[in-house]
């Protein structure tokens, strides 16, 4: 394995709010590695974004607080480097695609001027011209038909998906090493939301950049990643390469989470939630924090009182689960998973 | 028998399950919204939301509408409870042609036919405890007496799997799975015959989603209740609905059981959308044929001539330019679809050999 060029530390992150203080992140570590695609998928509150925003002095503090760790990039910490550098690898060697292309684009500024401006911030010898040139090539690598003459259109002359597409073009703009991609197809239709994937399949062929794929769908991930990171209330519970997490998961939420998925080419007659609501962060449960909703733990005193730590289930630490019992998910997974079946074939 | 009423090549579909006729009969239903302009706001254009729709639903079933944003199905959901009023076209509820109902009319059809929302956040006033609001149809309607209305919100509370502690409590003390709940509550308050859901879940997570279409499944069961389900997941649609339609910009392109709309669809717009979801195991990555369209959806102010999809369509021929396709069964088929080109395509099956690797 290649030394990875991105690292995290035991992250924990918190906020200040009328309500309480927010438990957002609480001793995430993980590794990138170059030119692969780690996704990293929770549901609503479960750190997945704060995580990584975090890294990139994109969480604004406060109220947000950073109570530990370091997220190493080329051996430098971005957690403690100078605002300055850090700016200048934001959009540089890491850049940013967020979920809503309509407010992260500057609608007084023509499509064209912000990916130039986003080429000569980070290259200053860059005469217009040139910056041109390489936005136009940038666009049309994208599969923005015409791109010349739609360098100069606004982004609101620019439909929902083509935007979308200028977006992921700036983040390119930059040979990056590392793109991050938060919820970057969840704004858009289906077929729009096709086009996207294979426009991000071409971006990451052209730069090798390793991307963060940060979403709440699993279809996604099978699709584009290489390897997952399951977050829940702010922990990481399971890590793993994408074929294990899904046909050999450790972690009872992420049988949960796959198992409560409608399905598009089969008929089932109850869909198989997980039970109960998604926990406080503000209080969170004690010991495993989804305990409460777990089927696999019945009540084992151990899963209330002590945090499961992530264990190594394949080598050299490629799975880990952070499940007390994770010995018995894959009896667990087969019995639920056979009670979905059963559903299919009636 | 969703379709066109007068075809001339088949008889409509058949039943999919031995229940009454009908409970709603949507004929020619035509929405469109005025584009005004200048300083004498002249309307110089139409948005053609809803144009041409014709549906029936039976007591007891659920029908998925389904399409992308602007395809106006949540258009079509309202007019059709007439929340908007419609521009042309007959609406027929429980045997009576609401379409002309003026708002005190409607009151009495409101009891039998009511809505849930998609924002469990946006839908449920802020100010109000879960007892004002899931109670406040009775009161609307009169049917708010002390201590019964009470006992039934607490009911109604239970029915929805919430506790009747909850009731004096205010929305935001609320998960979004449990808001929505709340909305259903609201919404079975008068005991009506049939919901229209537009896009229940979508704002939910996974894990609740699921909790939320079991619910609607089990209180179907229970009540007997008709669904009109509009939503753009179509693994959700297929989960729940007995038939289904396709939309696209204001029309039905395609209608049937979610076995022929699932199985064997024949429109090249049904054929693209089900290529386009993510598979949901990265064992049949590269596995499936994906059919992935060019361009976007036209507006529909300015909707192309002919058929609708063609400018998106790998098939269009000429006559897709001339011809607005009907919705018709076509030969091959076993549903209607309006297509001059429909043929059978299986956009799920698996496409070599699928390993585990």
């Known amino acids: 394995m290649p030394d990875p060029v991105l690292s995290v530390r035991d992250l924990t992150v918190e906020f200040k709010t009328e309500d309480g203080i927010v438990h957002a992140v609480t001793g995430v570590s993980y590794d990138v590695f170059p030119g ?46 100078p605002k300055k ?37 980070h290259n200053p010898g860059t005469n217009d011209e040139d910056a041109r040139k390489r936005v136009v090539e940038l666009l049309e690598l994208v599969g923005v038909p015409s791109a010349s003459s739609r360098f100069d259109q606004y982004p609101h002359e620019f439909s929902g998906g083509m935007r979308q597409r200028a977006m992921i073009a700036m983040a390119i703009a930059n040979d990056p090493q590392v793109l ?7 704004a858009l239709d289906v077929t729009i939301q096709a086009q996207i ?14 991307i963060i794929l940060i979403t709440h769908d699993l279809g996604l991930i099978a699709e584009l990643a290489d390897r997952v990171v399951v977050m829940y209330a702010g922990r990481v519970v399971e890590l793993g390469d994408v074929h294990t997490i899904f046909n050999s998961p450790r972690h009872p939420y992420t049988v949960g989470l796959m198992n409560s998925l409608a399905r598009l080419d089969a008929d089932q007659e109850w869909l198989r939630p997980i039970p109960g609501q998604p926990p406080s962060l503000i209080t969170p449960p004690p010991g495993c924090a989804f305990h409460p909703r777990c089927e696999l733990s019945q009540g084992r005193a151990l899963c209330r009182t002590d945090v499961p730590p992530l264990r190594d289930f394949g080598e050299g630490g490629l799975h880990r689960s952070a ?23 009636s | 028998m969703m379709g066109q009423v007068e075809t001339s090549t088949a008889p409509a579909e058949a039943p999919v399950q031995a229940v009454g006729d009908e409970i709603l009969r949507v004929e020619g239903l035509v929405k469109h919204f005025p584009i005004k302009s200048g300083i004498f706001k002249r309307t110089v254009g139409q948005v053609r939301a809803v144009d041409g729709v014709d549906l029936t639903v039976r007591p007891g079933e659920t029908v998925g509408i389904v399409g992308e944003s602007g395809c106006g199905k949540t258009t079509l959901g309202r007019t059709i409870i007439k929340l908007l009023e419609p521009t042309d076209g007959k609406i027929v509820f429980d045997g009576q042609d609401i379409s002309r109902f003026r708002r005190r009319q409607m009151r009495s059809v409101r009891r039998d036919v009511q809505i849930v929302f998609q924002d469990p956040y946006a839908s449920l006033n802020p100010r109000m405890t879960v007892r004002e609001i899931v109670g406040e149809p009775l009161r609307i309607h009169g049917l708010y007496r002390r201590g019964e209305g009470r006992r039934r919100v607490e009911e109604l509370l239970r029915t929805v799997g919430l506790s009747p502690e909850h009731a004096n409590r205010f929305p935001h003390e609320f998960s979004g799975g449990q808001r929505q709940r709340i909305g259903v509550a609201r919404a079975l308050a008068l005991n009506p015959k049939m919901l229209v859901l537009d896009e229940p879940v979508s704002a939910l997570d996974v894990s609740i989603q699921a909790q939320v279409v079991n619910l609607l499944v089990q209180l179907q069961n229970e009540f007997g209740l008709t669904y009109l389900f509009i939503a753009h997941d179509l693994s959700v649609v297929r989960h729940i609905s007995d038939r289904v339609a396709v939309m696209y910009l204001g029309k039905f392109v395609e209608t049937g059981t979610r076995q022929q709309l699932y199985e064997t669809p024949m429109h090249p717009y049904t054929q693209a959308l089900l290529s386009a979801v993510p598979i949901d195991s990265p064992n049949l990555r590269g596995k499936r044929q994906r059919i992935v369209l060019k361009g976007d959806v036209p507006s529909p102010a300015n909707p192309p001539s002919g058929c609708r999809f063609r400018t998106r369509c790998w098939k269009a021929q000429e006559i897709c330019a001339q011809e607005d396709p009907a ?31």
Do not use: W
């Open chain 1, 36 to 81: 692969e695609t780690l996704g990293v998928v929770g549901e609503s509150g479960s750190g997945k974004s704060v995580s990584v925003m975090t890294m990139l002095g994109l969480t604004p503090m406060p109220p947000g607080r950073l109570l530990s760790g370091e997220a190493l990039y080329k051996g430098r910490d971005l957690l403690r480097m």
């Open chain 1, 85 to 121: 550098e850090l700016r200048d690898i934001r959009g540089g060697q890491m850049a940013m695609i967020f979920q809503d292309p309509m407010t992260s684009l500057n609608p007084v500024l023509t499509i064209g001027e912000q990916i130039a401006e986003a080429i000569q911030v």
């Open chain 1, 180 to 186: 991050i991609a938060d919820e970057p197809t969840t």
């Open chain 1, 197 to 210: 994937i294979e426009v991000m399949r071409a971006a990451q062929q052209e730069t090798h950049a390793a």
């Open chain 1, 323 to 345: 499940c007390h019992f994770a010995e018995e998910v894959a009896a667990y997974q087969a019995a639920t998973t056979a009670a979905v079946g059963a559903a299919h074939a």
């Open chain 2, 327 to 357: 919705l018709v069964k076509r030969s091959g088929g076993d549903h209607p679809v309006a297509c001059h080109f429909a043929e059978v395509m299986r956009p799920l099956d698996v496409v070599g050999q699928a390993t585990a690797s």
